[in-house]
């Protein structure tokens, strides 16, 4: 990661030419978003929860076992209940729970994350906790503290025209 953060621009373009004729039907594309979802979770892993972070991956658990060939669209964790000191045994405790993981994800994950990502030398990126969803006549409303999942988007600056920039 550090060779990749290390090198120009005009390298990289190289870097990826070169991986993507070694590897060929892997677009430039997968192989640059694979690079930041790889940095993002090295990132999350260095957060103050990390020792209650489950990586869930069930695209990663799948391709591990060679059950498809495609790259990981997002990166999906769960934080364990017990970092938050809450057993979830009741309906009320499992609510309590996802208001209080909202919140630490919005107010501290997020700006964690971010943070981490800046001391390892990463900028181009702009992290966007998900606050809003819109409904099928097209009227976006807040999503209810209490409703799983909670999602951060973590945008980036392409090197290369017309890709997908977030994960």
Known sequence: MKLWLNNSLEDRLAMLQIAETEHPGIRQSAIEKDWWVT????????CSCVQSLIFKGGTSLSKGFDLIKRFSEDIDLSIDHSFFGIEKTSKSQREKLRKLSRS????????????????????????????????????????????????????????????????
């Open 39 to 46: 940095i993002t979770l090295k990132a999350l892993f260095q």
């Open 104 to 167: 630490y994800i919005h107010s501290t994950l997020s700006s964690e994350l971010d943070n981490n990502l800046r001391k390892m030398g990463v900028s181009g990126h702009r992290i966007e906790n998900v606050t809003h969803v819109m409904d099928s006549n097209g009227v976006l409303s807040p999503i209810d503290s209490d409703k799983d999942p909670t999602v951060i988007l973590v945008h980036y600056t392409s090197i290369i025209s017309q890709s997908t920039s977030y994960i």
